[in-house]
């Protein structure tokens, strides 16, 4: 990588930040809204809502960069970020027509008066252009200034997702990004990080010249690989050598996360859902229903966290739960199947653990979790330890759950998910 591809500057702006009251969360979503076009972020700045500080920011941005801003583009007295950039500009601040016959047919189509705290968003830098906003109501800014090209984004990550794809498309219209280039991109679930690293080996050995990286994210590991403008033919001999090391591992192979991959999956296939959840307190359903479109495969799912409930509500065998204990291979297969006969479901995943940070035992330490998946073939059970907090070790199974039903659609649900060799800290 060149300095050229290290031009991107972020500038998260917010008290909340800093506080800790709220995760920068946007940064990644504006680099990954950018990596076809191999640009690399140089800094990433946090600032609080104070006009001193994020000029200072700005400050620290040099002629020819894109600078993306987050934050501050509200409508109430601490939302600073226009005003900082237009002052150090030195350029006014002028009311867009557009933006405000938006905001007023918002607020017609709401049913409510219109607020003049709101028409400070109206106000927009001279030499920026507004992109209307199809979440909310702050526009998105884009265009040059001081030599520099500036994205403005709202700091609500749903406003930003909202925006990104009009302010990737303006800026590549204009010029402002590098031509894109192929990059590559695997997703994996239930696979330690350092072990998929040694599995990539064979191919870049063969193809050195290619920038990789692996990052953790909710389902797993990803992979991305990328070429520079002479190495572009390599990605797809990249690829084939990956697909035949990987095979099931990998999930998707675009930006596709793991819970929609599952619901394209069943509902291409016409296949339905259930699931039964003790220690995940109802996320692998919450995972699934926050895909647009699950209602056509997902049946609904228990939450039996209580061993009466399990019992009573998913039949597990009382003589399993005080023999066996809630957490144990007996138990998650009677929940997978008492699911999934229940709710009339063509698949059902059940899952059972300790999650920390108290509950364990010498025989079952904190993080162990079993999970249950139940196909018209039969019931299949499977053991995984986890090594993280209690919020870690429950996304863990979440994923690992999901991960689940994603191989039983994609081999037909005849064996078990789960192989030698194949998954997170198996037994």
Request: hydrophobic letters at 45%; glycine letters at 12%.
């Amino acid at each position: 990588m060149s300095a050229d591809d290290e031009r991107l500057k972020i500038i998260a702006v917010g008290d909340e930040l800093l506080e800790g009251r709220t995760a920068d969360t946007n940064s990644g979503r504006i680099q990954r809204a950018l990596g076809g076009h191999a640009l690399r972020c140089g800094l990433i700045q946090v600032v609080p809502d104070d006009e001193a500080a994020i000029r200072c920011a700005l400050e620290r941005t040099a002629p020819g960069d894109l600078v993306f801003l987050t934050g501050g583009l509200g409508s109430t007295p601490d939302d600073l970020t226009r005003d900082a950039l237009a002052r150090w500009a030195g350029v006014p601040l002028d009311e867009d027509s557009d933006v405000r016959a938006q905001l007023e047919e918002r607020w017609r189509r709401r049913g409510v008066a219109s607020s003049p705290g709101v028409a400070r968003q109206c106000q927009v830098p001279r030499g920026l252009a507004a992109l209307a906003n199809p979440v909310g109501s702050a526009p998105g800014l884009v265009g040059r200034l001081r030599e520099r090209t500036f994205a403005l984004l709202p700091g609500v990550p749903a406003e930003l997702e909202g925006l990104l794809p009009a302010i990737v498309l303006r800026l590549e219209r204009d010029g402002a990004l590098p031509v894109a280039r192929a990059t590559l991109v695997r997703r994996t679930a239930q696979y330690p990080e350092l072990m998929l690293v040694e599995r990539c080996a064979a191919a870049r050995a063969a193809f050195p010249r290619l920038d990789w990286s692996w990052w953790l994210s909710d389902w797993g590991v990803d992979i991305r690989v990328r070429a520079g403008a002479d190495d572009q033919e390599h990605l797809a001999a990249v690829g084939r050598m990956l697909d035949a090391e990987l095979a099931r591992l990998v999930y998707a192979r675009d930006g596709t996360d793991l819970p929609a991959t599952v619901v394209r999956l069943a509902t291409a296939g016409g296949r339905t859902l259930a699931v039964a959840e003790s220690c995940t307190g109802g996320l692998v359903g919450g995972a699934l229903t926050g895909v647009p479109g699950a209602s056509a495969c997902f049946r609904g799912g228990v939450l039996a966290y209580a061993d009466q409930a399990k019992r009573d509500l998913l039949g597990v065998p009382p003589p399993v739960l005080a023999q066996e204990g809630a957490v144990s291979e007996a138990t998650v297969r009677a929940m997978a199947v008492g699911c999934r006969e229940r709710l009339g479901a063509d698949l059902a995943v059940s899952v059972s653990g300790i999650s920390g940070p108290d509950g364990g035992t010498p025989a079952k330490p904190v993080g162990t979790t079993w999970l249950g998946l139940a196909t018209p073939a039969g019931a299949f059970a499977q053991r995984l330890r986890f090594a993280g907090d209690r919020g870690r070790n429950r996304q863990l199974a979440v994923a690992a759950a999901l991960d689940a039903l994603r191989r039983a659609l994609e081999d037909g649900g005849t064996q078990s998910p789960w192989r030698h060799g194949d998954t997170w800290w198996k037994d």
